[in-house]
């Protein structure tokens, strides 16, 4: 994990010199509102006027960014020459940056190309998250929509943003929603990387760390929104999943929520977080010793379903036969299946996708 990560109150005024070494012009890409309400935006753009370099700021960057999004801001700023680009806000605009940092400079390519891996350049990628979730800041991921509404990820050493200010105080201004959507997205990230096959003593160490503070801190966040020491806990302890899944990646949980986003609107930490209970289930018909291990802090299987419960994570959502015998055909032929323990075939798919439908959603 390459990223030179600044953490702490006001990253990006006490190490902005982390910013200087890029070139002189930038293009930050960012959401619509939460970066101007929350004080990154000027906090960054106070660093960069400082320092003379120039910027653009597109702030379009949708949630679940599209394929058609990145062809719109091509149009909008890819006749320019910049030197770097830079991710404001949670997952989406980061992952929007480190894919724009490819297209920018590979002139030809499309965004289907991403997946293709046939490019040997990016600009350098600058990660600034506003959540506490994604762990998108030190990960070589990007996940897009596209054109058919698949969320789909790509994955380039290239893409590994450079440096990342993590700064706690941008979460603040999350609402008990957005809150609880993405402490429950680092939350997978823990379990499901601490459960891969590509889990490594080391990744271990960060993800029984990051689930020990998840299952601590979140609640107490929740009760208590503009609680620094919670935030910062939160604000670790998803970058600490972070770096799990940026050498682990996820597990099936993450497939199995993303038609729950693209085709429901549920979040996609909330979407993922839902499976997770059925998913652990049928890992530990493999791994049982490792499912008891990573879930001590919630008392096993059954006190982690308690514990998503409690905190209201299972909203009520309209899933059809016919939506569950889709997914489970494309879930089943997801690349997830394949570093995650236990036998994930189509059939058990419709089941978990079924149980759920019978317990939480309508
Ligand atoms: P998001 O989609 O980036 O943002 C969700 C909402 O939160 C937006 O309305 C955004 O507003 C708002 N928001 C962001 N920061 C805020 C703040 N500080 N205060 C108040 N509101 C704020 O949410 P996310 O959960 O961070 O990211 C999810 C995306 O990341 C998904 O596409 C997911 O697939 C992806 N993801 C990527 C990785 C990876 O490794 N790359 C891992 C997991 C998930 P604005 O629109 O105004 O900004
Ligand atoms: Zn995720």
Redesign the pocket.
Known sequence: MPVKVNFGWKALRERKDALKSFGKKVVVF??????K??GSLDDLTNVLEEFGIGYTVWDE?P???DFQSLEKALKDVGEENFDFVVGL???????FAKAMAVLLINKDLSPEDLYKGAYEKALPVVAIP??S????EV?Q???LTDREGN?R?FGSDLIFPKVSFVDPR??L???ED?TL??GL?ALC?AVEGFMSKRATPISDIFALEAVKKISEFLPKVLEDLKNERHRENMMMASLMA?IV?SQTGTTVAHALGYPLTTEKGV???LATAVTLVEVLKVMSEEAEEKVKEILKPFGGIEGLRRFLRDLGAYKKVEISQDDIERWAEKASKARHIQFSPGNFSKETIVKIYTSLKEEYLV
């Open positions: 960012t959401g619509r509102r939460s970066s309400e929350n960057v949630e679940n960014p806000g949670g997952g989406s605009p980061m992952d506003t959540t979730g994604t762990g998108s990960t991921y990007s996940v969320k990820g941008y979460t201004f999350m609402n957005i959507t993405t997205d990230h972070g899944i979040r996609h930490g």
